[in-house]
């Protein structure tokens, strides 16, 4: 048996690698994509790149200090932007207009589509295969890009984390779409670009895909039996 090592997440590494192991390709028969950096190009730079005037560097330190990633988080985990926004002013009134514009501003911080990742999911339906989608999402935000994209309307079902008030990697939100769809987990494929919710996936059994590009998903979905209509994917 292979020694199981933590990743300072908490997950078993060595452990969900077995697992993931043990799964039958052949029997894979549904796919379950993230959102944000996998089919939606989403960046707060997008966003405050205009309000610093070119000074790179006091973006990335706001973006660092201020409005953070763990912040974003809490967002996404359902709290109120009002509340947030109001909560993180207080704290730095210098910079409450800048803390504003991540609510006045944000559909500025989507870039659009990932193409050549949408053009797999519109390959994926067309052949019939089960979709899903759970996204770390505000619930406040999210109507925005259901009005912007045609491609969501492919998924047979969206977990959007801020309306379930739970949040990827945590486990709750993997069985929310398991009862919520009846899916099997030993028969999908979820594919993220984050690594810690990947491991948080192999560790409830999927089959997990670390997204890096779309090419390799590519190839990644036809070893699951995928894709097999698509030209130009190689194996």
């Given amino acids: 048996m292979a020694a199981a090592t933590t990743d300072g997440r908490g997950i078993m590494m060595g452990q969900a690698a ?22 939606v190009d989403w960046n707060p730079r997008y966003a405050y790149r205009p309000l610093f005037d070119g000074d790179e560097e006091a973006m990335e330190r706001f973006l660092a200090e201020i409005c953070t990633s763990a912040w974003n988080h809490q967002l996404d985990e359902g709290r109120p932007f009002a509340e947030a ?14 803390i504003r514009a991540w609510w006045d501003r944000w559909p500025d911080m989507l870039g659009g589509v990932i193409p050549e990742t949408v053009a ?25 890009a259901r009005g912007r994209f045609e491609f969501l309307k492919l998924f047979r079902d969206i977990v959007v984390s801020g309306d379930e008030r ?9 069985d929310l779409l398991v009862a919520r769809a009846g899916i099997d987990p030993r028969r999908s494929v979820f594919i993220d670009d984050a690594p810690k919710n990947v491991a948080a996936a192999e560790a409830l059994g999927f089959a997990a895909v670390h997204f890096t590009g779309a090419e390799d998903l590519a190839r990644r979905l036809r070893a699951y039996g995928f894709l097999g209509g698509l030209p130009g994917v190689a194996p």
Avoid: C, M
Avoid at 20 to 30: E, H, K, V
Avoid at 85 to 98: C, F, T, V
Avoid at 120 to 144: C, K, M, Q
């Fill in 85 to 98: 926004i109001a909560e993180l002013s207080a704290r730095h009134p210098d910079q409450a207009h800048l």
């Fill in 166 to 174: 739970l949040a990827k990697p945590d486990r709750r939100i993997f």
């Fill in 18 to 39: 077995e697992r993931a192991g043990s799964i039958d390709r052949a029997s894979i028969d549904t796919v379950v994509f993230d959102l944000g950096g996998v089919l």
């Fill in 120 to 144: 797999l999911l519109e390959a994926l339906h067309r052949d019939g295969v089960p979709l899903y989608a759970i996204t770390n999402w505000s619930g406040e935000t999210f109507p925005i």
